[in-house]
């Protein structure tokens, strides 16, 4: 199992930028992807964005070209960066490790996008 600690989140304006990090418990170089996801409100938690230990990346449609996923193995920390965001980017986001076939979420961070 692998203990996950989100931390960045909180209140942005609209077109505004925030960054989010996850730092893991185990090293990095054994977790195959490492995740974010996001849930809002009356909705489903979705997948946001993965970054795999190839080094390889996907997005949702609705992030691509404004969120960069990153993963540093030597700090054993994931990041977010989100860009110009939107109101709907607004909700709970959570960071997951994919260890040895098992899921591990963190508590999860507060993003709130509004005027």
């Known amino acids: 199992q692998v203990q996950l600690v989100e931390s960045g989140g909180g209140l942005v304006q609209p077109g505004g930028s925030l960054g989010l990090s996850c730092a893991a418990s185990?090293?990095?170089?054994?977790?195959?992807?490492m995740g974010w996801y996001r849930q809002a409100p009356g909705k489903q938690r979705e997948l946001v964005a993965m970054?795999?230990?190839?080094?390889?990346?996907d997005y949702a449609d609705s992030v691509k070209g404004r969120f960069t996923v990153s993963r540093d193995n030597a700090k054993n920390t994931v990041y977010l960066q989100m860009n110009y965001l939107k109101s709907e980017d607004a909700g709970v986001y959570y960071c997951?490790?994919?260890?040895?076939?098992?899921?591990?979420w963190g508590q999860g961070t507060q993003v709130t996008v509004s005027s």
């Open positions: 970054a795999r230990s190839d080094g390889s990346t």
């Open positions: 185990r090293t990095l170089w054994t977790i195959k992807n």
């Open positions: 997951n490790a994919d260890y040895l076939g098992y899921d591990s």
